[in-house]
């Protein structure tokens, strides 16, 4: 990765500002795929278990439940399965995300009922 670097421009006389350019990377550098086949595999009264096919170079999942409106949790997962525990009745809204070492995919969103 480009190290980012400085630009100073002389505004007037006595006067300095620093900009920093950050390099953008590349569409082709961007290879962290979002989960797929992402399925529900286990439900219970205050769990809810997903599943998806492993994501290639994906280093965590990053994931996320929120309901009804509340704050959002989040969690981190090394493998293609996790389970959501201690949910309390209602409607959540699950996101996952992979993380291939500090590069995101797209998040793949999913609202569920937990009863």
Request: net charge negative; hydrophobic share 35%.
């Amino acid at each position: 990765m480009k190290k980012p670097f400085y630009v100073l421009a002389l505004v007037m006389p006595i006067m300095f500002f620093a900009f920093r350019l950050v390099p953008t990377p590349k569409d082709s550098e961007c290879n962290c795929g979002a989960p797929t086949n992402l399925v529900k595999t286990e439900v219970t009264r205050s769990s809810i278990t997903f599943d998806w096919d492993d994501v290639e170079n994906a280093s965590l999942y990053r994931l996320t439940a929120k309901k009804d409106g509340a704050k959002r949790a989040n969690y981190t997962s090394s493998t293609s399965t996790f389970t959501f525990d201690n949910l309390a009745p209602g409607t959540y809204e699950f996101t996952f995300t992979t993380d291939c070492n500090g590069e995101f995919s797209e998040s793949i969103v999913i609202s569920d009922v937990v009863f």
